[in-house]
């Protein structure tokens, strides 16, 4: 066991700083949705679905 963890060591680095990343980036798509903001980070006065992606906390639909 031990042996094949040094002979794929490389590989294994690479998979934990793959996971680390995405991990990271779910932990911040996560934060930033509880926070209110969207995820194209432009205006919403000039988007074209202005007012349908976020609800007002007193609507109960979109």
Do not use: Y
Request: glycine residues 10%; hydrophobic residues 40%.
């Amino acid at each position: 066991m031990f042996q094949w963890i040094t002979e794929n060591l490389a590989s294994i680095l690479v998979g934990l700083i793959l996971l680390a990343a995405v991990l990271a980036a779910v932990c911040k798509i996560i934060r930033d949705r509880k926070s209110g903001r969207g995820s194209c980070g432009c205006g919403c006065s000039s988007c074209a679905m202005n007012g349908k992606c976020h609800m007002k906390s007193s609507d109960s639909t979109p």
